[in-house]
DNA sequence: AGTTTTCCTGATTTGATACTCAAAAATCAG
DNA sequence: CTGATTTTTGAGTATCAAATCAGGAAAACT
């Protein structure tokens, strides 16, 4: 046993595989799972390959092992937005769309993946599913779901508008990348967060035709 | 030479080319470029391995080509939207992602190849933007430049909103994996794809909020 | 027909990557 | 400090995928 007064001390094994799921979460998200190399991830975290093994039987295992550590991030989430249980389920839709754009910006790495391997399929798509992704999708949807019963959303399936608001949302964090490409943006800056929650909160929610109505001046 | 009368009669090698390229296009877009093997490309093709590299020289040189087909679907949406010239802005940008859906769900390796590439970055994302991507968005974030200065959008940074709305209308193409896994359904349906078009068109162009100024009944 | 050119393949080489293992090094308890 | 335990590693194996090449089949041309 070995505490320290005030912080738990970790024991050295400890340390190092935290810090080779860190690693590895960020190379398994820029790269996907194929792309990310043991060999990369180790040079990264500053052990050998075979250190990668002493602590993870395997590749995949290392995988499940970093994806747990976006679990927490999640949980997060669910426990602010169960806090507002009372509010109209719209409200709560749009809360979770700014809770969303937060936590994305702090971890890429969680869309990033959930992108490649939704797009992928298989074993791992289901496995993320079923630990840390599936329930908090069919929440959203039974967000939507009621939000259209009370008359605050158009009807439209509500599983296809959940996955398109949050790829949407997603979209210029996962695609920075091509931005820089395409357009020569970084959109990861103070402003450049500001504009895209600005963005989405405006412009998927409360929609993107301006009110004509009131037209001429205005700065909002 | 060799044309029929009518038809240009291919070469046996450019007909197979022709396979192999179609063949690649899809397993680069489904698995991405590493894990789109040469030998599962060949073997789906119904050729040698070694066929794929008289072809082409290599599996970069293959992928490129395979890309390039998609140049031509991409000049056939500039082609029609060229010759809406004169309609308002907007009026141009609606047309686009009308026709955006369209064409993603026709030929759904174009967005999942940009999302995959849009990603990792690097050489390849750069060729993309170079030969098929950049000039088409370049295009578009000026189409909402224009609407903005019009007054028919808000203001928002444009080349946000162009990856936005592409985002948001390709995922629940590129994610259609993953709506299998988290919620059983299906969207490449005739059904599927008619409320994706009306949900995007609506929702994402128009506005997620219903107009609560004339509740209760109505069945728009 | 025969001849030339194009096209395709089996066998092989090269390179990279996940994974193993025995032994050394670091850590820790008493 | 000392011995036991945990942790790390260098060296090595097995496997798989990309790329090469020489020889032979098919097509195109005269």
Redesign the pocket.
């Known amino acids: 046993?070995?505490k320290s007064a005030t912080v738990v001390a970790l024991?050295?094994?400890?340390?190092?595989?935290a810090k080779i799921r860190e690693v590895a979460l960020d190379q398994f998200s820029r790269l996907g799972f194929?792309r990310?190399?043991?060999?990369?991830i180790a040079a990264a975290a500053?052990?050998?390959?075979?250190?990668l093994?002493?602590?993870f039987?395997?590749?995949?295992q290392l995988w499940r092992s970093a994806m747990l550590e976006l679990a927490a991030v999640i949980s997060e989430e669910e426990r602010l937005l169960s806090a507002a249980r009372d509010a109209s389920p719209l409200a709560q839709l749009r809360m979770a769309m700014r809770l969303f754009l937060q936590i994305s910006w702090r971890h890429p790495a969680l869309g990033r993946i959930v992108a490649l391997e939704g797009m992928a399929g298989g074993e791992r798509l289901d496995w993320l599913n079923e630990h840390l992704l599936g329930p908090r999708n069919r929440r959203l949807a039974e967000l939507a779901r009621r939000a259209m019963a009370a008359g605050d959303l158009k009807p439209f399936p509500p599983e296809m508008l959940v996955i398109t608001l949050q790829a949407g949302a997603a979209g210029v964090i996962n695609l920075a990348p091509l931005m820089r490409s395409a357009f020569g943006i970084d959109p990861d800056t103070v402003e450049g967060r500001a504009a895209h929650e600005d963005l989405i909160l405006n412009a998927l929610v409360q929609g993107l035709l301006a009110d004509r109505s009131e037209t001429t001046e205005e700065t909002p």
Chains 1, 2 share one sequence.
């Open positions: 046993m070995s024991g050295k094994g400890e340390r190092t595989a194929e990310a190399a043991m060999g990369a500053e052990v050998s390959q075979a250190t093994h002493y602590h039987q395997d590749k995949d």
